[in-house]
């Protein structure tokens, strides 16, 4: 079954440093989300991403974010000057429409741990 | 503000038994809404989605209604197995081109043998 893969499964950065997470979503699906639970919380939305371009984005996602499909496979989250709050797992989603209703297929996640 | 509230304690039943796990959502009018397995440190896992026009959908042992006058989604698991032991989160979506999904709290399931 095609699957959503996330790189790396922890990491650990200090506080003020940028931070990459990288995800590769299913090969035909069209959309593409971030999103990210602090433990024991929700999971939470934080960015949408379809036909390059962001979609919708909460209020979350502000200026330390940034969203990149770099090329047509990879699509990435990038954390500016990381807080200790940024702590969770960030997980990736992709889906064929969100229109429609599709089932999202999730990655397994990222933990990241800001000290 | 939207508010989406799912059984609150953890919920404990006997192997073979019906599960049925509630989600009750306020000030939202979902286009769908779907219903997810999250394990220990692991990514939500889809299960079954129910757009706002429908009232029941089946999928093996998996039941899941929906009733917008209610505000409310019931999800069943019939002939429960401790495999079936997860956490289970629904997902309310507007339809709209963002495909932003709004999550519960999750409500933790344990099948005992």
């Known amino acids: 079954e095609p699957e959503v893969t996330q790189t790396p499964s922890h990491q650990v950065t200090q506080m003020g440093q940028e931070v990459i997470l990288r995800c590769v979503p299913i090969?035909?699906?069209?959309?593409f989300y971030w999103y990210r639970q602090i433990l024991g919380q929700k999971v939470e939305f934080l960015v949408s991403?379809?036909?390059?371009?962001?979609?919708?984005k909460s209020e979350i996602f502000d200026d330390q974010f940034s969203v990149e499909r770099p090329d047509g496979s990879n699509f990435t989250l990038k954390i500016r000057s990381t807080k200790l709050e940024d702590s969770a797992m960030y997980f990736c989603?992709?889906?064929?429409?969100?229109?429609?209703?599709?089932?999202?297929?999730f990655g397994s996640g990222t933990r990241l741990t800001v000290v | 503000s939207q508010k989406i509230e799912q059984n609150s304690e953890a919920l404990n039943i006997q192997e073979g038994k019906t599960a049925t796990l509630t989600c009750n959502y306020t000030?939202?009018?979902?286009?769908?809404l779907q219903w997810y397995r999250q394990d220990p440190g692991r990514g939500p896992v889809f299960l079954l989605l129910?757009?706002?026009?429908?009232k029941e959908k089946r999928k093996e042992r998996l039941k899941v209604t929906f009733d917008t006058t209610l505000k409310q989604s019931l999800f069943h698991i019939t002939a429960s197995q401790p495999a079936d032991s997860a956490t289970y989160l629904c997902?309310?979506?507007?339809?709209?081109?963002?495909?932003?999904?709004?999550f519960g709290q999750g409500t933790e399931l344990s099948v005992k043998p």
């Open positions: 989603a992709s889906s064929e429409d969100s229109l429609e209703g599709y089932g999202y297929t």
């Open positions: 090969s035909n699906h069209l959309y």
């Open positions: 991403f379809y036909n390059n371009e962001i979609s919708e």
């Open positions: 000030n939202y009018s979902p286009a769908y």
């Open positions: 129910i757009r706002e026009n429908e």
């Open positions: 997902a309310l979506g507007s339809g709209n081109q963002g495909g932003k999904l709004i």
